[in-house]
């Protein structure tokens, strides 16, 4: 103003910034056909007001409601009924329904067997229709389907019978029908024969009208081989026969692979009646050196084949008080353990037996005859020369005397099945039976040894074979006289029961006479006891 002579500038007008555009935030973002999983540009920074207006947020109600409108109203890809060829599956959208559409009809259809397993045949039903999840697209068509997947499911089974109800009879007159009509039971009984156990084979009874008679036979025979099949196979699980192993014995076995005693287990060598030998490679064990090659001998777990083991260990002083007929399992781990301690005797004695590793139950793990995987062949399969068979008949003779004498065993099973032929020289096998001289039979098992011995070795001409009661007189220090089997049998068994009256402190003619003579002496000395009593009461009470 000139009047107040200060002279005022006028001010510089400050620039104003531009205003925001009028379109939203969100409208930056990726077209709606381009892949959600790309990477997009970010959008375009807006103020915390643009964000909080009210048409901001009815735009984006109006895009999901016309999106919802087109899923519904068929403006979308039709993917239930167009054909896979004309579907655009480069569209995430499409693709992520379809995906939808199968899982939920999976869903429902597992929804609906577990209410008809839950269900059953009662009269009270549970639905689990609240918890079904239908596809959008098929809302109409949800009915349809179940009964669709409903005759699906029971396209399998037979005609539906006539229903009959409660009160026995349906119709009047001559169009009566009862719950007795041979059709109808026949078409029931058709269909109850598909709850026998499925390894029964009952073929196809659709259409089929089954009698009563002819249907309660097949089911008593299915019943029956049913319960056959369970104790065949129960049978199978719990025993160890021919080349089978059962899976308590398996399981033993891999322990011992695991443990590294045994590298690897090989085929079957030999089967006979009381056990199965294997052959393995042997490993490591502690400070113990295992055989390169070992056989392992596994008792068979049933007493089907060799019903006669009681008579070789019950009488044996060693085992006596373990010995218990009733678990089969105990009497094969006894077995075992008699023939680890027999062929440990005879190691010792220096008798060419195989060298026992270790026992595990009714596991014997030993040193294997042979070589290169292949066993020693036995007496009965070998093919010699007639020096060789002189040779192998001394040494056998040989061997008998010393098991006797100096193991104090009796083989009681000795034979050709049973003796090995090894680098030149006679090897005893399979010792579990063997008993000691003490052994009630122990000299009728030696006589039977000496007479297998002398008829395999003359049938093979060996020169000088000495008779059976011969070769049991060198081998026992004993002299019973020449006859037939059964007259020398008879001598041993006289034999026999003397030394066990003799064992005990008294002869046999004088057992009896002593025995009913003391007896009677004290019956007599308690009768004039008594009396003596009864008379000194009398005399009291007079």
Known sequence: MESSGIAVMEANPVPTPAPPPTTNAWAARADPGTSPWKTC??????????????????????????????????SA?????????????????????????????????????????????????????????????????????????????YAWDHDKTTAVPKRGYTGRGPNMVTKHDPKICGQKNSARMMQFPPDFHSGDSVGMVLPNHVYNVLK??????????????????????????????????????????????????????????????????????????????????????????????????????????????????????????????MRRAGIPCPEVVLLRKHILVMSFIGQDQKPAKKLKDIKLSAEQWQQAYAQCLDLMCRMYRDCHLIHADLSEYNILWHNGQIWFIDVSQSVEPQHPHALEFLYRDCRNVCQFFSSK??????????????????????????????????????????????????????????????????KKAKEEAESDEDTCET
């Open 41 to 74: 540009q970010a959008p375009a920074p807006c103020s915390l007001a643009d964000v909080m207006s009210e048409e901001l947020a009815k735009e984006l109600q109006e895009e999901d409601k016309t999106t919802l409108e087109k899923l519904t109203t068929g």
């Open 77 to 153: 890809p039709d993917f239930l009924t167009a054909s896979a060829d004309d579907l655009d599956v480069s569209d995430d959208l499409l693709l992520a329904q379809m995906l939808q559409r199968e899982f939920d009809l999976e869903h429902d259809q597992m929804l609906r067997m577990e209410e008809r397993k839950v269900n059953g045949d009662s009269r009270v039903t549970i639905s689990f229709e609240n918890f079904r999840t239908v596809h959008p697209a098929e809302a109409e068509d949800s009915s349809g389907s179940d009964e669709d997947l409903d005759a699906l499911e």
């Open 220 to 345: 008593v025979h299915s019943y029956k081989e049913d319960h056959r099949s369970h104790r065949v196979h129960d049978k199978k699980e719990i025993s160890t026969a021919e080349q089978a192993i059962d899976p308590k014995t398996r399981l033993l076995l891999y322990k011992l692979v695991n443990a590294e005693v045994l590298e690897c287990i090989n085929g079957s060598i030999s089967t006979g009646k009381e056990a199965c030998v294997f052959h393995a490679f042997g490993g490591k064990m502690g400070d113990l050196l295992v055989p390169n090659e070992c056989a392992i001998k596994v008792f068979k777990t049933t007493l089907n084949e060799f019903r006669t083991r009681d008579r070789y260990i019950k009488e044996d002083f060693r085992f006596k008080d373990r010995f218990s007929k009733l678990n089969p399992r105990k009497i094969i781990k006894l077995w075992a353990e008699k023939e680890m301690h027999n062929l440990n005797r």
């Open 461 to 526: 001409g060996v020169p000088n074979v000495l008779q059976p009661h011969e070769l049991f007189n060198k081998v026992s220090d004993l002299d019973i006289q020449a006859g037939e089997d059964k007259d020398c049998l008879a001598q041993i068994q006289t034999y026999e029961k003397k030394e066990e009256y003799l064992s005990q402190d008294m002869a046999r003619e004088n057992f009896a006479f002593d025995f009913f003579f003391e007896r009677s002496k004290l019956q007599q000395e308690l």
